[in-house]
Antibody
Framework: EVQLVESGGGLVQPGGSLRLSCVAS????????MDWVRQAPGKGLEWVGR??????????EYAASVKGRFTISRDDSKNSLYLEMNSLRDVDTAVYHC???????????WGQGALVTVSS | DIQLTQSPSFLSASVGDRVTITCRAS??????LAWYQQKPGKAPKLLIY???TLQSGVPSRFSGSESGREFTLTISSLQPEDFATYYC?????????FGGGTKVEIK
């Protein structure tokens, strides 16, 4: 069974930093493209960024709203995906989900999410 | 960026109703569109990919279609467990974007 489990969420002050983790199981993590998506309270879904696999040189891509502040990385030996968030703003408050690109122009598995609250 | 305009944003329907949700893309997306269902406090669940292919395990009352830049999610006979919010998503390049969502509530 495919599982994605996020951790690392919490309360952080504006301007602060936080690192989210997503541990994967049940599939060959190293083959997968992985994405981060977020959902502000009561709002819709917003793509944050993605990291491709080793074959694609671990290329990363980001939404304009987070580019330069957020960094996505992965450790295939630990089946883990990371989201390093710096210079956090109130508007970054959201539940952050990791998701697997299923290879069919869709995300076939999602984690339950980690809540990040940016507030003073 | 490709914009996805989803309509309606809110829909009130009864069990057994046929429900249609529309997603219009601002430019061609080569059928690279997916539909998701999200229930409160839960992660989204994939329903349909490449516009019309039903994800494994999803009931056949869900279907997807496309006509040009307009994509449609249809629920042929609404069931109690279908009351949720539905999102379209394109994956035809970066940035990936979502429609604004359609909340389906019980009439």
């Amino acid at each position: 069974e495919v599982q994605l489990v996020e951790s690392g969420g919490g309360l952080v002050q504006p301007g602060g930093s936080l690192r989210l983790s997503c541990v994967a199981s049940g599939f060959t993590f190293s083959d997968a493209y992985m994405d981060w998506v977020r959902q502000a309270p009561g709002k819709g879904l917003e793509w944050v960024g993605r990291i491709k696999n080793k074959d694609k040189s671990y290329t990363t891509e980001y939404a304009a709203s987070v580019k330069g502040r957020f960094t996505i990385s992965r450790d295939d030996s630990k089946n883990s995906l990371y989201l390093e968030m710096n210079s956090l703003r109130d508007v970054d408050t959201a539940v952050y989900h990791c998701a697997r690109d299923g290879g069919q122009y869709s995300w076939d598995h999602w984690g339950q999410g980690a809540l990040v609250t940016v507030s003073s | 960026d490709i914009q996805l305009t989803q309509s309606p944003s809110f829909l009130s329907a009864s069990v057994g109703d046929r429900v249609t949700i529309t997603c219009r893309a601002s430019q061609g997306i080569n059928s690279h569109l997916a539909w998701y269902q999200q229930k409160p406090g839960k992660a989204p669940k994939l329903l349909i990919y490449v516009a019309s292919t039903l994800q494994s395990g999803v009931p056949s009352r869900f279907s997807g279609s496309e006509s040009g830049r307009e994509f449609t999610l249809t629920i042929s006979s609404l069931q109690p467990e279908d009351f949720a919010t539905y999102y379209c998503q394109h994956l035809d390049g970066i940035p990936i974007t979502f429609g604004g969502g359609t909340k389906v509530e019980i009439k």
